[in-house]
């Protein structure tokens, strides 16, 4: 549960320090008071949409603190990296150039990584919530949510997505004579063209590397031949390769003199062998070297082919040849394509069989919940003091399957005896909708394990016995939860356990509001003031006690 919230410098709130404690928990105060404020610093700290402009005028950012205790170990830990805690501490602080700083337990995350911590912790439901029952689209989800059979919808989901991909396998694969005959001339042509070339990989590096050398060819022959005379000797001199096996030839005869000359000896020989390893080097240069004109053309005309196909088919020769075999692997395929085609089809046809079983058994099990979900609904709306109202989940076959299965679904009411069933939107006024959500929030709420949860004024539009009603479900719902309610009604502000006051005042040319719980005296005088407005009497505070007391 919501334990602590520290609010710091958002809008009209420069600190504030909020104790929620179990049960239920109402905020009343003024319109424009802050109440708002409150709520969407907790939609802050559960990852959910912040605007800079919240920040208060004059700060650089504004800070949220979250402290939730019982906690229970979620997955959400393990697969984020945060270390568990039950008693766990969230932060965020926005500044005012966009930026956001989230931690968890003093890990920071990041804001998607906090909206699905957030979602496991508190629900928000708003007065705005009603557009999700208009949306005949989410009355499918809300079901499936009810009867929560998770697995079911996998498997089903699981087996769709086979199936879909099987048919845009055959899809991709089905074409028109004339297109298949386009499409393997043009494949046929690509694989004897590269081919022809007979390529090998790194050919084109090689080739240009031997060009290179080529177009320095006098110069490279030139120094090979001055280095291979130094090395062997001419005519009139002796070589460095003659000169140092005479060297070693002549030390060799004294090397036992001394340890010293052995050393010499030794050195000697060892240049002798290496400048002869040289001079053999040097002179296979010399003659595997060709810079004729005619090999340079050759290799010129051989990099002319390889570009050729480099414009067309890749940037190396690695790139030509790996395309050389995807249009092979293709050609293969569409010359197969009958057989593969009659044979994934074969694999389909198994496939819808057995997706149409499963979706048939998803149906059976969306009847049964329906069921169970109109008459807890029913229920829980004749507890709001709607005695006569009748809702049904109309469930209808989809001509065709999809992700979610071959059902329609849609929610249909009457409130009033002698009305027939009709769509919601059609039906419910603004206070009978407002307590068809609580009826709705009520009953899904019993299949998660979310434990907090906040209803923002979405008593809009009840009153009277109504009113009543929708506080004793409130609290009814706090026996299980912790409930956080910012409310106008005094009904519902008199069934809470603990009452919070937001109010607002200026100093210094300044706004700002305070959040103040409030003791036995301060929840009669603001039950007194919701159910008299500015003016308090005796008489309103008499009806404020009385109100508490019942």
């Known amino acids: ?67 939730f205790r019982g906690v229970p170990e979620y997955s959400w830990f393990a697969e984020n990296g945060v270390e568990y805690s039950s008693e766990l ?45 208009f949306d005949e689209a989410n009355h499918l989800v809300m079901l499936d949510a009810f009867a929560g059979h998770e697995d079911q919808i996998a498997e089903y989901r699981a087996a769709y997505q086979e199936m879909d991909v099987l048919r845009r396998q055959i899809r991709s694969m089905t074409m028109d004579e004339a297109e298949k005959l386009r499409k393997i001339e043009s494949l046929q042509h690509q694989i004897q063209e590269i081919e022809r070339a007979e390529l090998h990989e790194g050919e084109d590096q ?15 022959m030139s ?17 460095a390769s003659a000169l140092t096996a005479q060297a070693a030839r002549d030390l060799s005869s004294v090397a036992d003199v001394s ?41 010129e005309a051989r990099l002319d082919v390889i570009h050729r196909l480099k414009r067309k088919y ?11 075999a995807r249009c092979k692997k293709e050609l293969d395929e569409i010359e197969m394509s009958d057989e593969t085609i009659l044979r994934l089809k074969k694999v389909l046809h198994e496939k819808k069989v057995v997706t149409r079983a499963l979706a048939d058994a998803l149906t059976e099990a969306r009847k049964q919940a329906a069921a169970v979900f109109e008459d807890r609904l029913i229920t829980e709306l004749r507890q709001l003091d709607m005695p006569r109202v009748q809702f049904v989940v109309g469930l209808q076959k989809k001509a065709h399957l999809d992700e979610t299965g ?49 209803f923002d004024e979405v008593d809009t539009g009840v009153s009277g016995r109504a009113a009543q009603k929708v506080a004793e479900k409130l609290h009814a719902v706090s026996v299980g939860k912790q409930v956080l309610c910012v409310t106008h009604l005094p009904q519902i502000a008199a069934m809470a356990d603990t009452h919070f006051l937001i109010s607002k005042a200026e100093q210094d040319g300044r706004t700002y509001t305070s959040v103040t719980p409030l003791d036995a005296a301060g929840r009669r005088e603001e039950i007194a003031r919701l159910i008299g407005g500015a003016k308090i009497t005796d008489t309103t505070r008499k009806s404020a006690e009385e109100m508490l007391q019942r």
């Open 406 to 454: 071959g059902d329609d679904c849609r929610f249909l009411m009457s409130a009033n005896v002698g009305e027939d069933l009709r769509q919601m939107s059609r039906v419910a006024s603004g206070g009978e909708l407002a307590r068809i959500m609580l009826a709705m929030k009520n009953v899904l709420s019993e299949k998660d394990q979310i434990p907090t949860m906040i």
């Open 89 to 133: 501490l969230i932060q965020r602080v926005i500044y005012a150039d966009g930026k956001n700083i989230c931690r968890v337990g003093g890990t920071p995350v990041s804001v998607t990584m906090l909206r699905g911590l957030g979602s496991l912790l508190i629900q928000i439901h708003g007065q705005h919530d009603s557009a999700q029952l």
């Open 223 to 239: 120094a090979l031949n001055r280095a291979s005379e130094a090395l062997y000797g001419g005519e009139d001199s002796d070589g």
């Open 206 to 220: 090689e080739l240009e590397q031997k060009r290179s050398i080529m177009r320095s060819g006098e110069k490279l």
């Open 1 to 67: 549960m919501l334990d602590l919230l520290h609010i710091e410098n958002i809008a009209v709130i420069e600190q504030a320090d909020i104790s929620f404690e179990p049960g239920f928990n109402a905020l009343t105060g003024e319109t424009g008071a802050g109440k708002s404020i409150v709520i969407d610093a907790i939609s802050a700290i559960l990852g959910q949409r912040a605007y800079r402009d919240a920040i208060r005028t004059g700060a650089a950012c504004a800070k949220i603190s979250a402290l």
């Open 314 to 324: 890749g940037s190396d020769c690695e790139e030509i040849l790996s395309y050389l």
């Open 259 to 299: 340890a010293q000359m052995d050393r010499v000896y030794k050195l000697v020989e060892e240049l002798s062998f290496n400048v002869q390893d040289a001079a053999e080097q040097v002179r296979d240069l010399r003659d595997s070297f060709d810079f004729s004109p005619g090999a340079l053309e050759e290799v």
